[in-house]
Structure formats: structure tokens, C-alpha cells
């Protein structure tokens, strides 16, 4: 989940064989040949997802192969979103789909939000089977559930609508993940009393910002400490004043800040503009940012929680392929290891220590993601 802009890494394909039209037997319907790579062999490896994944790809193997459009709009085309641009390219690629990943150009959140919704409305108009989305916030309601009610699945990734007819939604359970960033938190702040700050989401404007801030809040609440929450600016300019004035005026001081978003760094650069020492203050982060990658090898930020994004979007268009071919019900069921309830889908969360810097690079690498952290 993003409010920051960000750059594009390259892709690395997975292999794909689909059976040919030419068939010894005309009456005999051509069945789908998907081969996927093997996992890659790693402690972050998610295996519960990869045995998802297999499972999925097995029963529509069995399938007639379909050409369909499936299309995937994200936020925007940001270093946060790349390993989603990858993995629903690659997962597009392997279905022979047609369609694509988008999303606005605009750094404006209004326009942007604009855009996005003339997105879903187009990719209606041109007949689309399945539409994979993350939206900015409640005004894409209306286009989502107009593609439902035309019979087009809609998946949610990343930031989720639950108050839309969306199909399903792909992505972090965000009260549960900041539960477990505030306890991450926790366990490196000295005894109460003391301010932890949170840049994070102080209101429902942004429901899974909100719900992640919270999360993390109640655990440090519980726990005695003061908390602070300086909600996350679409453009970045005014977190870091902010940040700065509470490091130096708050009472009882700060002695822990914990970024909830992408832009996490910021709670590094707050602090060490503000004169602090990485042994002076407990910080730690979301993501996988170059900038907060930078700062867990300098020890300022001492963990990140990593979201699955490539797992997100990858399973995306098989999803919603599965939807068109195998029907809803089906497709639910054959995903029923990872959902939460009717209609969320948790693609789970990497505790990543300063410690496991290399090796969780080393995953991203052999995962085709790219890294140069």
C-alpha cells in the first residue's frame, strides 16, 4: 500500500507451454498445458500460497483454453507496486490473456482517483472479462459495481472496498498486520512511560490505512506509551516538519516511531535530522523502500514488515480467469486456505530483521522482482 512515488525494476518470465490449435483428433477439445517454474527455495518462500497457486493452476488445466481480456489497474506505476506490475504480467502471460496492467499517470490524488474510475468504466465498455483493482479510496464504488452487475468479476488488491460488490479482495489483512508491526515495535522499546509515533492514517478516510494504523496503536496503547499518529500526506511535504517538531516538543519524549506505509524512511530521516542516534530511538517500517532498505543497514530503522505484492497480483488474474471458467463458488473453494471469510483473501506478511537484509534480497532476486538493496 502506497502514497509515495516511486521507479520500475525489470521482469523475469516464467516458463508457459499451452496446447496448440492443430490436434490429431478435431472432436476433441484442446485442454490448457500451464507449467509454472519451480518455487523458489527460500525461508521466505510462501509455501502455502505456491501449494494455492499449484492447486488453482491444476483444476484449470483441465479447462478449454478461453481468450479473454483481463485487466489489472493499479494506483500508480510506483517501485511499491512493482513487484504487482510482475507478477500480474506474468500470471497474464502464462493465461495467454489479453488486456494488461494500467494505472494513472496523474501524481494529483484527485485527478489520479478521476482517472482511475474513467479506467474501470473503459475497460467495461470494451467487454472485459475480469477486472483486477487497487483502488485509491470509496469514489470507485460506483464503476465496481456497475462490472459486477454487468457479470465481470472484480478482484480488490492491495487496499480493499469492502463496502463494494467486489468478488474478492487479494491482499494484507491490514488490522492483523498492524497488530504484529506494534508488537515488532514493542519488543524494542524500553519500559513505558514514553511517545511511540506513528506515521500511519488518522482517519477512515483510507479504511485498510486506518485499520493498519490502528492496529499497531491499540497494541503500543495497551502497553502504556503515548501515541502519536501524523497521518501520511499524498505528496510527502509535510511529514518530515511534523515528524521533527514532535521528536523535539513531545512529553514524555519519543522514544519509538514506526512508519505504517511505504514511506516509512521518513521516520529515519525525522530522526536522524533531529540529532537522534540509531541506538536512541527505536524505529521500524513497512515495505520494502530503497530508502528504508538504506536505513536498516545504517541500524536507524531495525525491521520492516514486507507485504506479499507479487503474490497479490500474480494470483489475480488466475483468479479471475478461474472465475470465467471454473465459476465463482469453485474458485473460492479451491482458495479456501488463505480466506479469511466469504470474500477476503490473506496473502500473509515477512517479518524482515535488519539482521535478514541479504537473504530477503535474495529472495526478491530469485523471485524475479529484482533488488539492487
Not at 487497487?134 to 487496499?159: E, H, L, M, R, Y
Not at 504484529?180 to 506513528?198: E, H, Q, R, S
Not at 503500543?220 to 510527502?236: C, F, I, K, Q
Not at 514532535?246 to 535530522?273: H, I, R, Y
Amino acid at each position: 500500500m502506497t502514497r509515495t512515488i516511486r521507479v520500475f525494476a525489470n521482469m523475469l518470465g516464467l516458463t508457459l507451454t499451452m496446447t496448440g490449435c492443430g490436434s490429431t483428433d478435431s472432436n476433441t477439445a484442446q485442454k490448457m498445458t500451464i507449467t509454472r517454474t519451480a518455487s523458489v527455495q527460500s525461508v521466505f518462500t510462501p509455501t502455502d500460497l505456491e501449494k494455492t497457486v499449484n492447486s488453482l493452476v491444476t483444476e484449470i488445466n483441465k479447462a478449454t483454453p478461453t481468450s479473454m481480456q483481463l485487466n489489472v489497474i493499479l494506483k500508480v506505476l510506483s517501485a511499491y507496486f512493482q513487484p504487482v506490475l510482475i507478477g500480474a504480467n506474468r500470471a497474464t502471460s502464462e493465461l495467454q490473456t489479453t488486456g494488461g496492467t494500467n494505472a494513472p499517470a496523474d501524481a494529483d490524488l484527485d485527478a489520479a482517483t478521476a482517472d482511475q474510475i474513467t479506467m474501470v468504466d473503459d475497460v467495461i465498455n470494451q467487454s472485459t472479462k475480469g477486472i483486477g483493482i487497487a483502488p485509491f479510496n470509496t469514489d470507485v464504488v460506483p464503476s465496481i459495481n456497475a462490472a459486477v452487475a454487468a457479470g465481470i468479476p472484480v478482484v480488490t488488491i492491495d487496499s480493499d472496498l469492502s463496502d463494494s460488490n467486489r468478488d474478492l479482495y487479494i491482499g494484507t489483512m491490514n488490522g492483523a498486520a498492524g497488530t504484529t508491526a506494534g508488537n515488532t515495535l514493542l519488543g524494542l522499546l524500553p519500559a513505558a512511560p514514553g511517545t511511540v509515533v506513528l506515521l500511519g492514517q488518522g482517519d477512515n478516510s483510507w479504511p485498510d490505512g486506518y485499520k493498519r494504523t490502528n492496529g499497531a496503536k491499540d497494541v503500543l496503547v495497551a502497553a502504556g506509551y503515548t501515541v502519536t499518529v501524523v497521518t501520511v500526506e499524498w505528496s510527502g511535504t509535510a511529514d518530515l516538519d511534523t515528524l521533527g517538531n514532535l521528536l523535539s516538543t513531545s512529553d514524555p519524549p519519543v522514544v519509538g516511531m514506526m512508519g505504517m506505509f511505504s514511506n516509512a524512511f521518513e521516520c529515519a530521516q525525522a530522526a536522524e535530522s533531529a540529532g537522534k542516534t540509531a541506538d536512541s530511538i527505536a524505529i521500524v517500517a513497512f515495505d520494502f523502500d530503497p530508502k528504508t532498505v538504506a536505513y536498516m543497514r545504517t541500524g536507524f530503522i531495525k525491521a520492516t514488515h514486507a507485504q506479499r505484492q507479487y503474490y497479490m497480483d500474480y494470483l489475480t488474474p488466475y483468479v479471475l480467469y478461474g472465475m470465467n471458467i471454473l465459476g465463482k463458488e469453485k474458485t473460492k473453494s479451491l482458495l479456501s486456505a488463505q480466506m479469511i471469510d466469504q470474500y477476503e483473501f490473506n496473502t500473509g506478511l515477512d517479518v524482515v530483521a535488519a539482521s535478514q537484509l541479504d537473504a530477503y534480497s535474495a529472495f526478491q532476486d530469485q523471485l524475479g522482482i529484482g533488488s539492487s538493496n
